[in-house]
């Protein structure tokens, strides 16, 4: 069972800093509406950590017959993303945008790099190597919905 927990726990919090940064960034970069990136913050908060629960559900079916396991991963995995998706609202609230945007990904990507830490010490392996090949995922992630919004916003005026 600790297994499950810690299988839905690492997930959840890494899908949670990654794609709760780029809707953030993107949204920030193509509307710069405050309104815009907390609602965004919400929906995917609910959504996308249903999303990925079911995902690993489903995945975990294909290949783990304890179905407490599976629903342990499961349940780890939605409440891990929901509740660290939901930190990213706390920023927006109380600084000006471009400085929650700024914490956030400050926030996120220390949060990247003390779980990618704690895992590569669980594993016996480098910790930063492990630590570089994930921020720089992260980062990319970042820089790339920046540049989408940046794009949207110039091509779709509103």
């Not at 995995?77 to 990904?105: E, G, M, N, R, Y």
């Not at 779980?115 to 992260?138: C, D, F, T």
Request: hydrophobic share 55%; proline share 1%.
């Amino acid at each position: 069972m600790r297994l499950a927990l810690k299988k839905g726990f690492s997930f959840g919090l890494t899908s949670g800093i990654i794609t709760t940064l780029g809707l953030m960034v993107g949204l920030f970069s193509g509307t710069a509406s405050q309104l815009a990136v907390l609602g965004g913050i919400l929906t995917i908060a609910v959504a996308d950590s249903m999303s990925d629960a079911l995902g690993i559900h489903m995945s975990e079916e294909t290949t783990n017959n304890n179905h407490s396991q599976v629903w342990a991963i499961t349940i780890a995995t939605f409440l891990t993303k929901l509740i660290f998706s939901l930190t990213f609202v706390i920023p927006v609230l109380l600084f000006d945008l471009s400085t929650a945007i700024f914490v956030s990904i400050i926030w996120g990507l220390f949060a990247l790099i003390v779980i990618n830490y704690k895992l590569a010490k669980s594993k016996k392996e480098n910790p930063v190597r492990l630590i570089l090949e994930h921020l720089s995922i992260a980062v990319l992630v970042i820089i790339a919905t920046y540049l989408i919004g940046i794009w949207i916003s110039h091509t779709f005026k509103y």
